[in-house]
């Protein structure tokens, strides 16, 4: 990776775009391994500098400025302060909510502007996902409304309330901490905070999820409930189980297909031979290595789960912070691989607050699972918190991957969109802040061929996941034409339509096309999306839809997912087996040319 400029793959652009589709992957895959997505590396001194200077110094300022904890720079006052944890927990939100944390910039799809999110939610007439329309009154349309605007302003202005108002003194807090001086938040400004994501998000889901309230509703839900005691190991469980379902969603086969891709994206690791060692035979065999399990379900999966059981209930001072310091490493070094989706800030405030919960407020002071003031507490508590991830593993269709506990394990809802020539432009019709990330990029002084090889990257780096090869099976048997098409990564689409998304395939599935279709009128033929769910832990495949924009669904099925990881990404024996369960009456997969017309 170049310092300014971005190290792209070494052909000729003109001559590499006239290749069929799945040269042009392997070709690109190859590149991968050596060099990610070839981003300029002061891009990520600018993701650094805004961690730096907007999160960390920006959260640290507002939280103790705001609170009678000393000084910004005196660490040892407020450190273990619950309100600066609490603080802290509403500047994350904030930032998500406005689109100035996670999938923020040109690693989430974002180049010109860096900032989906706020401009989207602020603009009457965007688009709008709701996640029950047909059964939720009042949340039906696909239109962003006055009402939603001025709903989501109420939500900003709510945070920053929140954010200035003191602590005000606990009963409960002074027993515990009797030299603490900082109070805890008030229960009543957390109050329209809550009633309003859950409002926002029963007509737009795309803000619920960008504000991660799958992890951050719940501590300002105890923030607002309970005592203080309660309070600190409910907030124990409420990471505990973010850590420990995202460690248990990465058992199985689709994890290890993760760390490859991840590790060869690091923009800060030189060393291009433990790059390959990811890979069982570069550049033949780009298949996980040895070294990626090890990686994988070594030093990732089990770290997730029996780290974070260590910390629950050691009682053990010298254990406990070993344990802490292992997990800010953990998180450290997630942030040192600049994940798609680049959820830096998440992982700052999570190896803060293994700090803050386990070494400030440990098991054996008073503060461990048992001791909550009521026996039914526990229970209840962790029943409420594993429902979302208990169900979106076995119904991964009905809850979002967030809710589901399942960031980067790999086993993804995603899809890849197909368009006739000429036809991905008409998105840029749309009435959206933003233009298509192929155009973005001729903004910034990109040739169009290379923009376009550029955005063909998010191609091969899906490819490299098990997911892409049944997606690409898929194409083969539904575009005769492939090499004539547009090929585009959802995930990237989705954010020029809706200002967010982090890696949630249900934000770009029939809702969304639906929503582009009603505005767009695309023919048969001219908007072809591969779409597969995640694999349900209890079964051994992963069900896929085709869908054409004009049509709806045209087919369903599944394939095993044994068969996908076991592939090259660029599928040199053709696609993997597919098992097609329904197809659509009168449709003939290839049967429709790039003007809809039967071939």
Not at 383 to 392: E, N, Q, R, S
Not at 442 to 467: C, F, K, N, V
Request: hydrophobic share 50%; charged share 15%.
């Amino acid at each position: 990776m170049g310092f300014l400029t971005q190290t792209s793959p070494q052909v000729d652009p003109s001559t590499f775009l006239r290749q069929p589709f799945f040269d042009r992957m392997r070709t690109l895959a190859t590149h991968w391994v050596d060099n990610g997505f070839g981003t300029p590396r002061i891009v990520h001194v600018i993701y650094l500098a805004k961690l730096a200077l907007l999160y960390i110094v920006g959260g640290v300022a507002v939280a103790t400025l705001t609170s009678d904890v000393g000084s910004p720079f005196d660490i040892a006052s407020w450190w273990n302060e619950p309100i600066v944890y609490q603080k802290l927990v509403l500047w994350t939100v904030l930032l998500e909510v406005c689109g100035l944390a996670g999938s923020w910039g040109p690693l989430a799809g974002h180049f010109k502007p860096m900032t989906g999110g706020i401009t989207y939610w602020l603009r009457p007439g965007t688009i709008r996902l709701a996640p029950w329309p047909t059964k939720v009154p009042f949340t039906g349309g696909d239109r962003r409304t006055t009402g939603d605007v001025l709903l989501y302003l109420a939500l900003l202005i709510s945070l920053v309330v929140a954010l200035a108002l003191p602590g005000v003194a606990s009963h409960g807090l002074s027993e515990a901490v009797p030299d603490s001086t900082g109070g805890l938040l008030r229960a009543g400004s957390l109050v329209p905070i809550m009633a309003l994501l859950v409002i926002i998000g029963l007509r737009d889901k795309v803000v619920f999820l960008a504000a991660r309230a799958e992890q951050y509703l719940p501590v300002l839900l105890f923030s607002a409930t309970l005592g203080f005691v309660d309070m600190i190991i409910a907030f124990k469980l409420v990471i505990l189980v973010a850590w420990m379902g995202a460690g248990f969603s990465k058992i199985g086969e689709h994890f290890i297909n993760v760390i490859p891709p991840m590790v060869s994206n690091a923009p800060f690791n030189p060393f291009r031979r433990l790059k390959r060692e990811h890979y069982r035979e570069y550049p033949a065999d780009l298949r996980p290595s040895r070294l990626a399990w090890f990686m994988a379900h070594v030093a990732g999966t089990t770290v997730e789960i029996a780290i974070p059981l260590v910390l629950l209930f050691s009682t053990n001072p010298t254990i406990t912070v070993i344990a802490a310091i292992a997990m800010v490493a953990f998180h450290l070094f997630i942030i040192s691989t600049f994940p798609l989706a680049v959820p830096l800030e998440w992982n700052v405030l999570f190896a803060f607050a293994a700090v803050f919960l386990f070494v400030g407020y440990p098991a054996g002071d008073g503060f461990s699972v048992f001791d909550f003031s009521q026996p039914w507490m526990l229970p209840v508590i962790v029943a409420g918190l594993l429902f979302f991830p208990v169900l979106g593993t076995l119904r991964p269709d009905l809850v979002s991957f967030l809710p589901s506990m399942r960031q980067y394990a790999g086993n993804w809802a995603s899809a890849i969109w197909v368009f006739a020539p000429g036809c991905e432009a008409r998105l840029n019709e749309l009435d959206n802040p933003a233009r298509n990330q192929v155009d973005q990029l001729q903004a910034m002084g990109y040739e169009p061929d290379a923009a376009e090889i550029t955005m063909q990257m998010t191609l091969a780096w899906r490819s490299m996941h098990s997911q892409g090869r049944g997606l690409n099976s898929l194409l083969i048997r539904h575009v005769d034409d492939l090499d004539t098409r547009t090929v585009r990564e959802a995930e990237f689409v989705c954010n020029t339509l809706v200002g967010w998304n982090f890696g949630d395939g249900h934000l770009h599935d029939e809702g969304l096309i639906r929503a582009v279709q009603s505005r767009l009128n695309f023919a048969p033929g001219e908007l072809q999306v591969m779409y597969v769910e995640s694999q349900p832990v209890q079964s051994k495949t992963q069900s896929y839809r085709v869908i054409d924009a004009a049509l709806g669904v045209v087919e369903r099925g599944t394939w095993r997912v044994s068969d996908a990881v076991s592939e090259q990404p660029w599928l040199p024996d053709g696609p993997i087996p597919l098992t097609v369960a329904w197809t659509r009456p009168g449709y003939v997969p290839g049967a429709l040319s790039a003007k809809g017309e039967r071939r």
